[in-house]
Nanobody
Framework: QVQLVESGGGLVQAGGSLRLSCAAS????????MGWFRQALGKEREFVAA????????YYADSVKGRFTISRDNARNTVYLQMNSLKPEDTAVYYC?????WGQGTQVTVSS
């Protein structure tokens, strides 16, 4: 069993930045790929970014490439999502996922 808790969401103006964190507990997650997804109101959940256990590879949705950076700290069982140059279309609930477990999500709202 893995518990995931996201934090760092909030309200920000377009062009601003936020850093999301996802802390895992209950089991070590250092050997797993960790990912971020988001779901805007009325839309399906979509992939945002993922990172391998060793941090040697990261993957991004085209819509966030060059603006978002995923990273992880296996010693802290935590994955991060640095979001820069935010746009109103980035508004969504952001979820982290690992080994099939999901967090409760954190709301990100970008005002124009």
């Amino acid at each position: 069993q893995v518990q995931l808790v996201e934090s760092g969401g909030g309200l920000v103006q377009a062009g601003g930045s936020l850093r999301l964190s996802c802390a895992a507990s209950g089991r070590t997650i250092s050997s797993y790929v960790m990912g971020w997804f988001r779901q805007a109101l009325g839309k399906e959940r979509e992939f945002v970014a993922a990172i391998t256990w060793s941090s040697d590879s990261a993957y991004y949705a085209d819509s966030v490439k060059g603006r978002f950076t995923i990273s992880r700290d296996n010693a802290r069982n935590t994955v991060y999502l640095q979001m820069n140059s935010l746009k109103p279309e980035d508004t969504a609930v952001y979820y982290c996922e690992v080994a099939g477990y999901w967090g409760q999500g954190t709301q990100v709202t970008v005002s124009s």
